[in-house]
Nanobody
Framework: QVQLVESGGGLVQPGGSLRLSCIASGSISSMGVVAWYRQVPGNARDLVAQITTSGSTNYADSVKGRFTISKDNVKKTLYLQMNNLKPEDTAVYYC??????????????WGQGTQVFVSS
């Protein structure tokens, strides 16, 4: 069984920084596309940043230049460094990963989410 667990959310003032982490555990053979999404109540879950299988990164226009996605394949951990945070970044942040298990299955998995609140 595969599990993704996020951490690092919290309350921060505008202009501040947070670093989110997402640790993957379980029967993991390899990780494919990994990403961070965010969601505010009443809205759809939106893509924030992504690392493709080739290692290239993609960002939502609203976070370009402020957020950086990275991963540590050995630790099976995904990160999102968020700088110069704005009130509109307030949301629940979810990590997502496409994982091949040792059984040979390939599926997308979600973490439980971590709340980020940007306010003075």
């Amino acid at each position: 069984q595969v599990q993704l667990v996020e951490s690092g959310g919290g309350l921060v003032q505008p202009g501040g920084s947070l670093r989110l982490s997402c640790i993957a555990s379980g029967s993991i053979s390899s990780m494919g596309v990994v990403a961070w999404y965010r969601q505010v109540p009443g809205n759809a879950r939106d893509l924030v940043a992504q690392i493709t299988t080739s290692g290239s990164t993609n960002y939502a226009d609203s976070v370009k230049g402020r957020f950086t996605i990275s991963k540590d394949n050995v630790k099976k951990t995904l990160y999102l460094q968020m700088n110069n945070l704005k009130p509109e970044d307030t949301a629940v942040y979810y990590c997502n990963a496409f994982i091949t298990t040792y059984r040979g299955t390939y599926s997308g998995y979600w973490g439980q989410g971590t709340q980020v609140f940007v306010s003075s």
